[in-house]
Every structure is written in C-alpha cells, then in structure tokens.
T-cell receptor
Framework: ETGVTQSPTHLIKTRGQQVTLRCSSQ?????VSWYQQALGQGPQFIFQ???????GRGNFPPRFSGLQFPNYSSELNVNALELDDSALYLC???????????????FGPGTRLTVT | AQSVSQHNHHVILSEAASLELGCNYS??????LFWYVQYPGQHLQLLLK??????LVKGIKGFEAEFIKSKFSFNLRKPSVQWSDTAEYFC???????????FGPGTRLSVLP
C-alpha cells in the first residue's frame, strides 16, 4: 500500500452537476498529479500541481480544475459534468523539483465517478 | 504527440508458462520507462522502472524488462507466471524532464491455475 489516499471511494452525480475529489499525498511528497482512467483504458494525464501551482496540463477542458494546499494535499474539481466524465480518477504523488527530472509516482486507490 | 502502444489487449496463460508483454512508444528523445500493475480491486503499483544504465532491469515478483532504444521498446517478461499474476499491466513513458506520464492502454493477463 502507498501512503496516497483519496476520497470519496465512489460517487454518483447527475449531468451538469459539479464534483470535488480529494487526495492526500504520501508523506514527504511535494507534487500531485491527477489522471482519468476510463473503463478498459490506461490512465490519461489531467494536470499536475507543484508548490500549490499548476505545473503541466493534459488535453482536458478548463472545467477540470484543481488546487494544491500547503500540506501538499490536492483537490480535483469538475464543473458541468458530462456522461463521458464517468471514470476512475487517480491521484499520484511524487517528489520533484518542479521542472521534471526522474521520479516515481505513487498512486492512490482512485475515486470511481459515475455520471448519470 | 507522444503515444504508447501495448501489443496485446488480453493474454491468457497457464501457470508456469513464460510471459512477454510488448510495449512500444513513439517519442524520440530521452525517456524514462515504467511498468505498473493493477491487481483486481487494488491501486496501481510500480513493477519496475528504467532511467538509465543497464537496459535490462529487474523488478519485483520476478519481473524484468528490456529497453531496446533502436526499437523504441520496453517489453516486460517473466519466466514462469503464477495465478497471482492475474492483473492489468500498464506500460508508461515519461519524457526526460517532463511532468507527466503517458500510459499505454493496458494488457489484461489471466493466468489459469
């Protein structure tokens, strides 16, 4: 088990609603990355936070936003939910210098979001 | 755009059979390479990683992988699989000094007892 925790475990929302997912990073890790894993696919990078600022973003619209707090925990917010947002959302923490480099990511168990 | 492909969607083997899962990537620069495993109902776990040096890397649970730069490949191997190896396996590539990982679509491995 890694020290990365996510809440909630499961969530059901209606199209058009907003959702907030939470992640606590492993002790000593200063960087958090969020991924979306649709059923039967590999994780897709959403964005990364380092020192409370966005430090890279994948091909996701602005209605996907995030925050990182001084204790390095993080939130993923999704506005105006669409049916295609149904997926497993993974948080990964790591130690980095912010400009990249070689580092491992440690994944949490994920939040399963279902949009109806 | 950088992409990662995995040759097989679903592999079915009997216990003690040998395993090789293919992974190819499209990025031409320096990369870091990873294999992650996702057991049923569990989170992604790192099996092994390649940053530099010896292209044959050994990971946990008897897995190994070979980086062949000329073929842009990083295939995963295990000489003798066990029923407990049943899981989804993901290859991931990180560009040198990149912020994110690019994952392949995954290969589901089913090992029959």
């Amino acid at each position: 088990e890694t020290g990365v925790t996510q809440s909630p475990t499961h969530l059901i929302k209606t199209r058009g609603q907003q959702v907030t997912l939470r992640c606590s990073s492993q002790s000593g890790h200063n960087t958090v990355s969020w991924y979306q894993q649709a059923l039967g696919q590999g994780p897709q990078f959403i964005f990364q936070y380092y020192r409370e600022e966005e430090n890279g973003r994948g091909n996701f619209p602005p209605r996907f936003s995030g925050l990182q707090f001084p204790n390095y925990s993080s939130e993923l917010n999704v506005n105006a939910l669409e049916l295609d947002d149904s997926a497993l959302y993974l948080c990964a923490s790591s130690v980095s210098g912010g400009t990249g480099g070689f580092y491992e990511q440690y994944f949490g168990p994920g939040t399963r979001l279902t949009v109806t | 755009a950088q992409s990662v492909s995995q040759h097989n969607h679903h592999v079915i083997l009997s216990e003690a059979a040998s395993l090789e899962l293919g992974c190819n990537y499209s990025y031409g620069g320096t990369v870091n390479l990873f294999w992650y495993v996702q057991y049923p109902g569990q989170h992604l776990q790192l099996l092994l990683k390649y940053f530099s040096g010896d292209p044959l890397v050994k990971g946990i649970k008897g897995f190994e992988a070979e980086f062949i730069k000329s073929k842009f490949s990083f295939n995963l191997r295990k000489p003798s699989v066990q029923w407990s190896d049943t899981a989804e396996y993901f290859c991931a590539v990180q560009k040198n000094y990149g912020q994110n990982f690019v994952f392949g679509p995954g290969t589901r491995l089913s090992v029959l007892p």
